[in-house]
T-cell receptor
Framework: EAGVAQSPRYKIIEKRQSVAFWCNPISGHATLYWYQQILGQGPKLLIQFQNNGVVDDSQLPKDRFSAERLKGVDSTLKIQPAKLEDSAVYLC???????????FGPGTRLTVT | AQRVTQPEKLLSVFKGAPVELKCNYSYSGSPELFWYVQYSRQRLQLLLRHISRESIKGFTADLNKGETSFHLKKPFAQEEDSAMYYCALSGGDDKIIFGKGTRLHILP
């Protein structure tokens, strides 16, 4: 089966600019996650979707971050405006509902200068 | 509060020597525990989960509820085991909390 796809793989922007990341989960996976991984730390959940509904966005900085999953398949994560501390790898993952195991994409490395 | 602690940021082990990556957790219910691994230039992937009770690539991990630990072990390290290892916990709601990770470096 094809894995989780993400684009772009790398992005460099200046602070206060906006950026968007795209994720295509494994076909049939109802649950989709966005994580932020800062250098030297483990992935931190930003938002979890079940089909096209938000299950948990308690750690999403909603003043600048937004995410959507239209039609319950692809998802986009947006940052506007970016701050220096947003520099991180943004990981997308998907899973069957209740499966526990998550399948990760390659990530997008964001550098904010 | 739910928490996963991996006390070692870096673990260096000689090839052929035993490996133990430590993981302790804090959770008020019955969690599911995982080990995820990220090899160089590859994506994060599941290595094993405690409910499977299986050995993957020679690695095993036993859930010790009394000590709230889920240490990852391998009797004889191989060079291809060099990677970043993350211990993770799920409370049964499909969400996973990750530890900060331990980099395992196998010395020749």
């Amino acid at each position: 089966e094809a894995g989780v796809a993400q684009s772009p793989r790398y992005k460099i922007i200046e602070k206060r600019q906006s950026v968007a990341f795209w994720c295509n989960p494994i076909s049939g996976h109802a649950t989709l996650y966005w994580y932020q991984q800062i250098l030297g730390q483990g992935p931190k959940l930003l938002i979890q979707f079940q089909n096209n509904g938000v299950v948990d966005d308690s750690q999403l900085p909603k003043d600048r971050f937004s995410a959507e999953r239209l039609k319950g398949v692809d998802s986009t994560l947006k940052i506007q405006p970016a701050k220096l501390e947003d520099s991180a790898v943004y990981l997308c993952a998907s899973s069957h509902q209740g499966a526990g195991e998550q399948y990760f994409g390659p990530g997008t490395r964001l550098t904010v200068t | 509060a739910q928490r996963v602690t991996q006390p070692e940021k870096l673990l260096s082990v000689f090839k052929g020597a035993p490996v133990e990556l430590k993981c302790n957790y804090s959770y008020s219910g019955s969690p599911e525990l995982f080990w995820y691994v990220q090899y160089s230039r590859q994506r994060l992937q599941l290595l094993l989960r405690h409910i499977s009770r299986e050995s993957i690539k020679g690695f095993t991990a036993d859930l010790n509820k009394g000590e709230t630990s889920f240490h990852l072990k391998k009797p004889f390290a191989q060079e291809e085991d060099s990677a970043m290892y993350y211990c993770a916990l799920s409370g049964g709601d499909d969400k996973i909390i990750f530890g900060k990770g331990t980099r395992l470096h196998i010395l020749p």
